[in-house]
């Protein structure tokens, strides 16, 4: 899988606001499924590409707000019987902000509503005549089985090719933990699927967490933590760095630009409405 | 230190000559020879410990993965390209590690960072650069004059 580097991101994530004012929103995934065929590229200028890149660009913005608001509300989720879905949470937070990285250097790895695969990589990155290229049937470098490993196994061997553009503290979230590129996956697959493993991970948060330290953390869920945190840096780095900026975050009561919604709406605080709730008479 | 550089520069996914260097001097269609970058690795490495450096293995191979990476970007359609590629020639290769060697004598490696190096790298102009300059620039001595003019152009100032 081929992406932009990063002078070329810049030109694919500042579209001419009359391209983007003349694009409608809509799903990535059904835009994907509409395209004929015989459509294996989308070349700048065309209607085709002014729709991925503006819809896919979006997609990218809503990305970062919801992995950074994943990140947020898992830290209020420390306690031992919420050890596995915060780890699930965290799992989600660097799912996204990948996609968002993927994203902004022109890179797509998606399904139709009929799970059918699509991959979109570069094809061409000169500004002025940029390419993307569609893939309706590509195998995953490592031949991985199953949506998010096959996501992960393209996203690392993709990333390779733009981690020289991260700053070097960050660089390394474009590797995978343990040099697994299925390595986040696999731990979400455990604490989420297998109750031994949950119970495991209640657990050893219970006998190792310090309520006063976050980085008292221990185990798979301080390296997803971790690796979460500096995924998010870097896709909100690269975000800076190619100079998005859409209004993809308007809707929710907040106003500004993209990352001012995103602080905003990521920081707001949940009611207290559990009173509410039939949770007192479990 | 210096073979292992080079040859990493051919294994490593993020970088530039990912299996585009000929290591045993038998591969006919890679035009970048292991012979002609190697010796100039080998100088900046030496250059800069005998002016105290204390960089590592790592932070010199990721220092040239950086450099390349923005060497790439002035001129993408070139690159690894027999012909009509600016920067994707021999001499050229070797005179902008000298020109490199001298950056990392003015700056410190952390903040060489691909964007910045680029922009610096980005004040050469590419005319200077052309197939029949580089042809006229032959030997060592054609090697140290596009190193000499390009020098000039990226840091504002003539060689020592």
Redesign the interface.
Known sequence: MRLL????AQRFCQPASSIVSAVGMQPLRDFHEALPKNVMLLSEGTNHFNIHQVNILASVDQWLLFATAHYRRAIDMLVPASAPWTQVTLYYASFFAANAILGMFGGWVGQTRKRKQIIVDVEH??PGTQQLRIYRKLPSPNGANGSHRVFWDFFY?AA??I???A??PL?GALTPVNSDFAWAITERNDVNYDMFSAWEAAKRFHGTFKPSKLASLRGPLQLQFEASERLIQLALHFAT?VGLATNALAGCGHTGTAGQVRRKLAAQRPPQLVTQSAFGNF | MTADIVYELTQ???SPFYAGIDLTGEKKELTIKQGSLAPEVRVLISRNLRKGGTADYEQYL?LL??FF??V??LD??GWGSTEGATFFKARVLRALIRVLSDMIGKTSF?QL???RM?TMLGRIDKATLSDEAVRKAQGSAGVQDLYEQMRSQVLGDSAA
């Open positions: 580097d990063l002078p070329q990155g000169v061997d390779a090719s981690t020289a553009w700053p070097t660089a760095a | 490593r996914k993020d990721e993965i950086r990476v923005a790439r970007s993408p359609e952390d960072t691909t964007e680029r």
